[in-house]
């Protein structure tokens, strides 16, 4: 491992993807960390926490990789109650950074969808304070955003590969789970632009 560094955050591990979560003192990274632990264990998902409150980063094979000081293995902070030991791993590899902001924008600009942490870009979510769908924000945006290993490559538009198109070239689209006839009838308002 080379290039390390500790940052004032808490680190989540939802699936395989690490949720690197910052903000100040008192903005509710404890919180919101065990709330997404939460929020992914009851949709099935493996979730355990990394590190709470302060991060230890380091490089590996290029990838980002967090894990909490020795002291604070297993431990999170729940304000109110104290120190909580928590089901935790040692390390993860940092997928995602979510920002916590008094008032986040609405319509983000396309640098701030990016945090360079120790020269890796990473997506980046900034998320407000105190909102209570944070967590479902960040375990939507995990979910669904496509891993590594799993983007689409030009390769998959090759000419080779036109035997796709071949195969389906008109396949009817389903609405309401029932196939629509190959030329949709507007007066029926079956156009998805269309409908009311």
Known sequence: MTGTGSVHASCVVVGEAGVLIRGPSGAGKSSLSAALIERAQAAGLFARLVADDRTRLSLAGGRLVAEAPDVLKGLIERRGVGLLRLPALSACVVRFVADIEVQPERMPEPDAATARLLDVPLPRIAVRRGDPEAAALLLFTVRNWPAPDREASELAFAPQHGKM????????????????????????????????
């Open 165 to 196: 198109k071949r195969l389906a070239p008109h396949a009817p689209v389903q609405r309401n789970g029932r196939p629509m006839a190959a030329d949709p009838d507007p007066e029926r308002n079956e156009f998805c632009a269309k409908t009311a």
